[in-house]
């Protein structure tokens, strides 16, 4: 039986978890010890560790995330990049973290959903929006960085 020494864990919206950011915290969960969960709808390799687990849910629009959702404790950490997600979790009380070292927070998330629904009104509209940037180094330092905060706070 493991014992942790912090009473949160981590949540991690596997399916389009940069492969970086999964090494980060996998990394992270053996160093501090801390519960960590990859939630997917498909297999995810996992590094071997008793703090670090996969859930295979099945397919299924936000199947995984409300798998998340339902599982989430004031205090645990969610890493995503689905912002309806980030904004449920904020809303169970917990903390939400991108995987470009971004947290979610009360103050930022409403214009984060106002601007997603807007960007998803317009590609419905035939407007070609373009995508994020492709994913850098420096969001795998800050994503690091803003982690070891977080955890160092635990």
Do not use: H
Not at 2 to 8: D, G, L, R
Not at 62 to 88: F, H, M, R
Not at 118 to 146: C, H, K, Y
């Amino acid at each position: 039986m493991v014992t942790q020494k912090a009473s949160i864990q981590i949540w991690v919206d596997a399916d389009a978890c940069p492969n970086p950011i999964k090494e980060i915290l996998f990394r992270a969960a053996k160093r501090v010890e801390i519960m960590t969960t990859f939630v997917a709808n498909q297999e995810v390799q996992i590094s071997a560790s008793p703090y670090i687990k996969a859930v295979q849910v099945r397919a299924g629009l936000d199947v995984a995330d409300k798998y998340i959702v339902e599982q989430l404790n004031p205090g645990d950490l969610v890493i995503t990049a689905d912002i309806p997600l980030a904004a449920e979790a904020i809303a169970k009380g917990t903390v939400a973290l991108n995987p470009r070292g971004e947290f979610y927070t009360d103050g930022n998330i409403r214009e984060r959903l106002s601007l997603r629904n807007f960007m998803d009104e317009l590609r419905s509209d035939g407007v070609d929006t373009g995508g994020p940037p492709a994913f850098s180094q420096r969001d795998r330092q800050n994503f690091a960085n803003q982690l070891d905060r977080f955890l160092q706070r635990q």
